[in-house]
């Protein structure tokens, strides 16, 4: 889960905090200045020698971006890691 970081001008007075969001301010989903391939790309890309000897052993992902609702919606990334194995045969689809 990407969480991505709202604008200034998501809040009140263009002050970021908890509870500041204007009404008009989007609640999760947004129109974001990079496209969500290139942000996926950089996560894989920091995990190299890290998670994994490098990110084209992945085999499969799934993304979802949203805008940041916590704190002060600086933004986060989450991830969640799974081995999958031949005989996982569940795990393929």
């Not at 500041?20 to 974001?32: D, E, N, V």
């Not at 979802?64 to 393929?92: F, K």
Request: charged residues 30%; glycine residues 6%.
């Amino acid at each position: 889960i990407l969480r991505m970081k709202r604008p200034v001008s998501h809040f009140v007075a263009g002050k970021r905090g908890p509870g500041r969001l204007k009404p008009t301010a989007p609640r999760i989903f947004g129109q974001f200045r990079s496209d969500i391939d290139n942000n996926v790309k950089f996560v894989l890309d920091a995990m190299n020698e890290l998670v994994y000897p490098d990110d084209r052993q992945v085999s499969r992902l799934h993304a979802t971006r949203v805008l940041d609702n916590d704190g002060l919606c600086e933004g986060s990334t989450e991830i969640r890691l799974r081995i999958i194995r031949e005989h996982d045969s569940d795990a393929w689809f």
